[in-house]
């Protein structure tokens, strides 16, 4: 059994088809296909199945991916911590971050208390949630901050489950509103409530989640209606970079403690809404179940939790 034949058979499993994976794994459907049936030949029992949709794991394979997935991870962190040419130990921290700007800061603490005392490899990835979660599912990263809007909470939940991923809350917040020195209510005073008809009549900038797919309504919920306009972004440099030079507003799910804290950009304030939404937003981390934290990772997570 090879490691080359357990990360083609998890491909194979991501796509449902043996094609897809052969071109994602830049090798030829015939050679994958004969190193999938030496690799049920050596264990003993089939691991996928044939129809006219493609192929799909046998009850036996899927236990087969589980066990796969968790030995890959494992070894692609051992390469992470014990590279060929390292005489000594690194310290590795990987996160996926759902666009929170305090998530950064927290990483950039961490590395600087860190990287004179020890080689440090710090791995980030930002994307919407689907993404981070993906991320995690993958290996790509060891875990993910994400957020869950209350309303949504059992379809996310769901789809977590279905991934083998676990989810701890950090804390729960109600909505905000941030905009930039363009947008008229930039000069309210401190402790200022913004009730949501004075916002209708400027452009909401927000997220591609926000704007199609499931949770695309966030808005609707808190009884904001149309706006005079929407601006759709997928970066949150770009989310900010709209506030400081047009009226925009985002709607987000930081608390004003973290807006506070970390060093936001400096032209984005931050207000609570004055009526009454009935929603509120989770926020957290996310692993792999057969994932154990590191000592690194849980320092993070204290970090992160004075946040809140």
């Excluded at 034949?5 to 043996?18: K, M, P």
């Excluded at 199945?49 to 997935?69: D, H, S």
């Excluded at 509103?177 to 900038?205: E, H, Q, S, W």
Aim: charged share 20%.
């Amino acid at each position: 059994m090879k490691i080359d034949q357990l990360r083609q058979l998890l491909e194979v499993s991501r796509t449902n088809s043996i094609n897809q994976a052969a071109i994602n794994l830049y090798i030829s459907q015939p050679n994958l296909s004969l190193s999938l049936r030496n690799l049920e030949a050596e264990i003993g029992y089939p691991l996928l199945t044939r129809n006219n949709r493609g192929v799909a794991l046998t009850p036996k394979g899927k236990q087969f991916v589980e066990y796969a997935e968790s030995v890959l991870i494992q070894l692609d962190h051992l390469k992470t911590l014990y590279g060929q040419n390292s005489h000594q130990e690194q310290f590795s921290l990987s996160i996926g971050n759902m666009h929170f700007r305090y998530v950064t800061e927290v990483a950039a603490i961490l590395y600087d208390q860190h990287q004179e005392s020890n080689p440090f490899r710090l791995n980030m990835k930002e994307g919407d949630r689907d993404e981070i979660v993906n991320f995690v599912y993958h290996g790509d990263v060891e875990i993910g901050m994400i957020n869950i809007w209350t309303t949504y909470r059992k379809v996310t939940n769901a789809q977590m489950r279905a991934k083998n991923i676990q989810y701890y809350r950090l804390a729960s917040n109600a909505p905000a509103i941030v905009l930039g020195p363009r947008n008229p209510l930039y000069t309210m005073p401190d402790g200022y409530k913004v009730a949501l008809d004075l916002l209708r009549d400027f452009p909401c900038v927000m997220y591609e989640e926000q704007n199609c797919g499931t949770y695309s309504n966030v808005s609707e919920l808190l009884g904001l209606g149309r706006t005079s306009g929407e601006i759709v972004v997928d970066s949150r440099a770009m989310l900010y970079e709209l506030m400081e030079n047009t009226p925009a507003f985002t709607i987000t799910s930081t608390n004003r403690r973290a807006y506070q804290k970390a060093s936001y950009y400096p032209r984005a304030r931050s207000f609570e809404i004055a009526d009454e939404t009935g929603i509120s937003c989770d926020v957290g981390w996310i692993k792999r179940r057969d994932y154990t934290p590191s000592p690194l990772v849980l320092e993070f997570l204290q970090l992160v939790s004075s946040y809140y």
